[in-house]
């Protein structure tokens, strides 16, 4: 497709569940990014992916987050033991990774909701 | 470590008039680029105007303006002809090299008809 793509577009589970947030950058995009807006707030930043290199994980606030992506394009937020505070909007952005004046592309997000 | 402060949280303009959206930011880099975005209620991350920090020169897009004072570390953005369409939350981010984007926490903008 033309733009970054979110799946699901809102995901609502019990405390405690697994769940997988997917993102689907623009094809071509060599860096990829999560991030995490709780209502009214700013973005929080998760995880860096740029090409092979390892990512920058130091925006995870625990052990219970990860990600990975795969084959250097979809790219998957995995959150295990879900809890309430999990409860935000979560985006993803990707960008061409060949010089840092170019901005990131975000998709729609993916509301998560934590019951 | 680079860090982004938007000291509005809120703001309104009527319709029409001009507003001025306040960025300062704090880095060691001489190198580097800062945007802004806009988030209006679609939630959809828009890019809205980029500046390369060599550049002396003013990024312009239509409506939409910056002030960039490069020794006061200070990126402001203004509106001008405000319309509804442009209610939204502004970031200011920053980006230096090949290292994720720093956003700051955001301005709510509310355009008064």
């Known amino acids: 497709g033309a733009g970054v793509s979110q799946s699901p577009s809102n995901k609502v589970t019990e405390k405690g569940k697994d769940v997988e947030l997917r993102c689907d950058p623009i094809s071509g995009h060599t860096a990829l990014y999560w991030y995490r807006q709780s209502l009214g707030q700013g973005l929080e930043f998760l995880i860096y992916?740029?090409?092979?290199?390892?990512?920058?994980k130091s925006g995870l606030p625990s052990d219970r987050f990860s990600a990975e992506r795969t084959g250097g394009s979809v790219s998957t937020l995995t959150i295990q033991r879900t809890q309430q505070e999990d409860s935000a909007v979560y985006l993803c952005?990707?960008?061409?990774?060949?010089?840092?004046?170019?901005?990131?592309?975000f998709g729609d997000g993916t509301r998560l909701s934590i019951l | 470590a680079q860090t982004v402060t938007q000291s509005q949280p809120e703001m309104s303009v009527q319709e029409a008039e001009t507003v001025t959206l306040s960025c300062t930011y704090d880095?060691?880099?001489?190198?580097?680029?800062l945007f802004w975005y806009k988030q209006p209620p679609s939630r959809q991350m828009i890019l809205v105007i980029r500046q390369e920090a060599y550049k002396q020169q003013n990024a312009t897009e239509n409506r939409f303006s910056v002030n960039f004072q490069k020794a006061a570390k200070s990126f402001s953005l203004k509106i001008s002809d405000s319309q509804l369409g442009d209610a939204a939350m502004y970031f200011c981010a920053y980006r230096s090299g090949a290292d994720k984007i720093i956003f700051g926490k955001g301005t709510r903008l509310h355009i008064l008809p």
């Open positions: 952005a990707s960008s061409s990774g060949t010089g840092s004046f170019q901005p990131q592309h």
């Open positions: 992916f740029q090409g092979n290199s390892a990512p920058d």
């Open positions: 880095t060691s880099e001489s190198d580097y680029y």
